[in-house]
């Protein structure tokens, strides 16, 4: 049996708060397309703003490298959000009702800045491996997620509004990109003086909370697009 990869034991250690974000009443509601679309539509508008600071961090991850394929790495994943994967966000909620100019207007929820900061200052204070574990649960969460959704057969494609959105982060091309951010975050690790038994490490624990924070305020983004309120602010 294959030894477990740094991200698989970074879950394992806090698998209540992972489950509770992989299986958040937000995700249910897209695979049975029940998600009310003005909770949808606030969401959309939130993770654009997310994406912006979701790039900042990749450009900090340039910084914090020092080895030319993690640079190399990085710096493709920003130049994939910053020139396509934005440009594809905005596209796609002009089919939901948003421009981009609604997009930039919207004023960043109190959840979207508590994690992106969060982010931030873990990849500031510490090293380029601090700042991946931080990124983790972002990419491949949402790899999970979209993979567990297409495979579930209780998952509803046809007819569902959400479909596009299960097919995109369930989809070849954003599973291989989550695979890469995997065996990146093995290598720095292993580079770092990291060894397998994870847990083992002097550094797991400092690592495993800082994960764990970042489950917890991806629990706090799907939370928010379930708030009170948002419902009523759009009238629906």
Known sequence: MAEAT???ALTASCREDWRAYVEHGFVRGLADGSLPEARFRHYLAQDYRFLLHYSRAWSLAV???????DLRQSAALVDLLLNHEIALHVEFCRGWGLDEAALAATPEAPANRLY??????????????????????????????????????????????????IELYGGREFQEGAAAMAEQLDRVAGRRGLLRPW????????????????????????DMGLAPGVLEAEGA
């Open 63 to 69: 910084v914090k490298s020092d080895q030319l394929d």
């Open 199 to 222: 847990p083992s490490s002097p550094r797991w624990p400092s690592l495993a909370e800082t994960f764990a924070t970042a489950v917890r305020l991806e629990v706090g983004f799907w």
């Open 116 to 165: 992106t900061r969060y982010v931030m200052d873990r990849g500031l204070a510490g090293d380029l491996l601090d700042l991946l574990v931080a990124l983790a649960p972002c990419g491949l969460g949402y790899a999970e997620v979209g993979r567990r959704l297409l495979a579930d057969p209780a998952t509803r494609l046809e007819g569902n509004p959400y479909r596009a959105w």
């Open 6 to 8: 740094l991200f698989e």
